[in-house]
């Protein structure tokens, strides 16, 4: 299976941009859907977006919706999350995930291979 590892993250302020990048390695990359979660202090895992395996099907998080955007690059063995117009509701930690099951999985308990998490801190 593969490893997971991020990066990206850091202190932006509000209304800022970051781009977080996950790249995996030890296995076949484009046969995993990809996803990006997040924890704030305190709160669940929270879902953010998915790139569906195959399709390149993309959903979101209702908080992030038209603010962010998952992408990936299989040649690079690399998934992004692009952060836009960022508030300081953002600040978590970011995971990404991955798991071979074709569908849709929002869920963080689905997910059994994840990396070690980057932080995103959304202050002035």
């Known amino acids: 299976q593969v490893q997971l590892v991020e990066s990206g993250g850091g202190l932006v302020q509000p209304g800022g941009s970051l781009r977080l990048s996950c790249v995996a390695s030890g296995s076949t990359f484009s046969s995993y859907s990809m996803s990006w979660f997040r924890q704030a202090v305190g709160k669940e895992r929270e879902f953010v977006a998915t790139i569906v395996r195959s399709s390149g099907s993309t959903y979101y998080g209702d908080s992030v919706e038209g603010r962010f955007t998952i992408s990936r690059d299989n040649a690079k063995n690399t998934a992004y999350l692009e952060m836009r117009e960022l508030k300081p509701d953002d600040t978590a930690v970011y995971y990404c995930?991955?798991?071979?099951?074709?569908?849709?999985?929002?869920?963080?308990?689905?997910?059994?291979?994840w990396g070690q998490g980057t932080h995103v801190t959304v202050s002035s």
């Open positions: 995930a991955a798991i071979m099951l074709y569908g849709l999985f929002m869920d963080h308990r689905d997910y059994d291979i």
